[in-house]
């Protein structure tokens, strides 16, 4: 009797550990199911984004670019049919030209901003916030900013910007002006500049000098250094020429 007790109890042990043993396997399986969901549901929705982005540029093709001094003109195949010659700051069928290149156009289109290239690729963009970015990058790691911007639009804006903050408490001054900096060339939130062109700015008002100052000569690209919420970054201030507003 002692024996087959002794088997049963082991045979009960035996069995709730098994059990416990399975409570892992069912629970990974689970987790396993809903990670496919999870995929499944991702890429459906990047399925319809893509869909979206090729109907918002139905109808639109980038025929070819032309280099014009040291912008860049393109011909544009619209929906209505036939070519037309664009520039940034063009405004065709309901839609507006952000910038061309050697090689893409960027449309900001009722649909949402594309991109279009000579190869026939097209895929989603992102519209600058500033009025006086014609178009922007940032690299993976939002460590290189790259725009190209109206030195016209960006000498007015500064401007604007120095007088935003005048008139205030230092502290509160300073503040202003850094984020009305940071606003003007669509940087993150925050951001403070240290170099202009490889000189160190102490303030956002030196920075706002400094700038204007080489915004009113001829320098094709101005590089900054900056402190950004993401880290250390170097911005690339590229002139391109716009359309002239009254």
């Known amino acids: 009797m002692t024996a087959r007790r002794s088997v049963r109890r082991a045979d009960t042990e035996g069995s709730g550990r098994v059990a416990s043993n399975r409570h892992p396997t069912f629970s990974f399986a689970r987790t396993w199911v809903a990670a496919a969901v999870a995929t499944m549901c991702a890429v459906f929705w990047l399925q319809g984004a893509a869909a979206s982005v090729q109907d918002a540029a139905k109808g639109y093709r980038l025929a070819g670019t032309l280099a014009v001094g040291a912008d860049y003109i393109a011909l544009l ?18 839609g507006k030209v952000l910038a061309v290149d050697s090689r893409e156009i960027k449309l900001a289109l009722p649909g949402g901003v594309v991109v279009l290239a000579l190869d026939g690729t097209v895929h989603t963009g992102t519209a600058p916030s500033s009025a006086a970015v014609v178009s922007r990058e940032n690299d993976d790691r939002n460590r290189v900013y790259t725009r190209e911007v109206s030195a016209e639009k960006v000498s ?15 502290k509160t001054n300073e503040l202003v002006a850094a984020q009305r900096v940071a606003a003007v060339l669509d940087l993150p939130s925050g951001s403070q500049i240290q170099l202009v062109q490889g000189q160190p700015v102490t303030t956002a008002d030196a920075a706002i000098k400094r700038l204007q100052s080489v915004f ?17 970054g170097r911005v690339y201030l590229m002139r391109v020429t716009t359309p002239s507003t009254p």
Not at 218 to 232: A, E, K, R
Request: no cysteine.
């Open 77 to 94: 195949q619209v929906p209505e049919g036939g070519q037309v010659l664009v520039r940034a700051g063009s405004v065709v069928d309901g």
């Open 156 to 170: 007015r804006e500064l401007k604007a910007a120095a007088g935003a903050s005048s008139g205030k408490p230092a």
């Open 216 to 232: 009113g000569s001829d320098v094709p690209i101005v590089t900054l250094d900056v402190n950004t919420p993401n880290g250390p």
